[in-house]
T-cell receptor, first 115, second 112 residues
Framework: DAGVIQSPRHEVTEMGQEVTLRCKPI?????LFWYRQTMMRGLELLIY????????DSGMPEDRFSAKMPNASFSTLKIQPSEPRDSAVYFC?????????????FGQGTRLTVV | DQQVKQNSPSLSVQEGRISILNCDYT??????FLWYKKYPAEGPTFLIS?????DKNEDGRFTVFLNKSAKHLSLHIVPSQPGDSAVYFC???????????FGQGTRLTINP
């Protein structure tokens, strides 16, 4: 398996523009997570899905952020409109069965820069 | 509210010596703990975990210790090697729940 695949690897956009980050989880994994890494807060959980259903979006910072998982092999995280403080590395991770304490596998991340 | 804390942003250790990375947590409901390692421009990768029913778990050069009364865990790397230079994240979860709560990370540098 190729692992968790995220695209794009790097994104530079102007303030106010819409940004869409994409993720393909490992085939067969039931859960998908979106994290954001910043220097101050480390890895913050934004939202996670179980069997394509959003379970907890309490980490989504504002209404400007939205996430979807239309099927088991694809998820998007959208920021509209984007702001400079959204600049960070965004990670997607998937887990076979987190209730059984299996580990999450991370993608390589998308480095977002909003100017 | 940072439920998982890594109070040392960085740590420098000489090659061959022991590296000790520390992590504290506040939520007594956490019962499963993990360490992830992250190289630049890569995603975090799983390193080792421990359940709250244990106080120690060992895997080669890596050992994790859990002190439930102090709500503290540590990762020991012996002996430290240059390839261990990375950012290490501590994470915690509640069994049956699905999300991992991460600390801020500690950057470990192994000096030759």
């Amino acid at each position: 398996d190729a692992g968790v695949i995220q695209s794009p690897r790097h994104e530079v956009t102007e303030m106010g523009q819409e940004v869409t980050l994409r993720c393909k989880p490992i085939s067969g994994h039931n859960s998908l997570f979106w994290y954001r890494q910043t220097m101050m807060r480390g890895l913050e959980l934004l939202i996670y899905f179980n069997n394509n259903v959003p379970i907890d979006d309490s980490g989504m910072p504002e209404d400007r952020f939205s996430a979807k998982m239309p099927n088991a092999s694809f998820s998007t995280l959208k920021i509209q409109p984007s702001e400079p403080r959204d600049s960070a590395v965004y990670f997607c991770a998937s887990n076979l069965n987190p209730k059984m304490n299996t580990e999450a596998f991370f993608g390589q991340g998308t480095r977002l820069t909003v100017v | 509210d940072q439920q998982v804390k890594q109070n040392s942003p960085s740590l420098s250790v000489q090659e061959g010596r022991i590296s000790i990375l520390n992590c504290d947590y506040t939520n007594s409901m956490f019962d499963y703990f993990l360490w992830y390692k992250k190289y630049p421009a890569e995603g975090p990768t799983f390193l080792i975990s421990i359940s709250s029913i244990k106080d120690k778990n060992e895997d080669g050069r890596f050992t994790v210790f859990l002190n439930k009364s102090a709500k503290h865990l540590s990762l020991h790397i012996v002996p430290s090697q240059p390839g261990d230079s990375a950012v290490y994240f501590c994470a915690a979860s509640i069994q049956g729940a699905q999300k991992l709560v991460f600390g801020q990370g500690t950057r470990l540098t192994i000096n030759p």
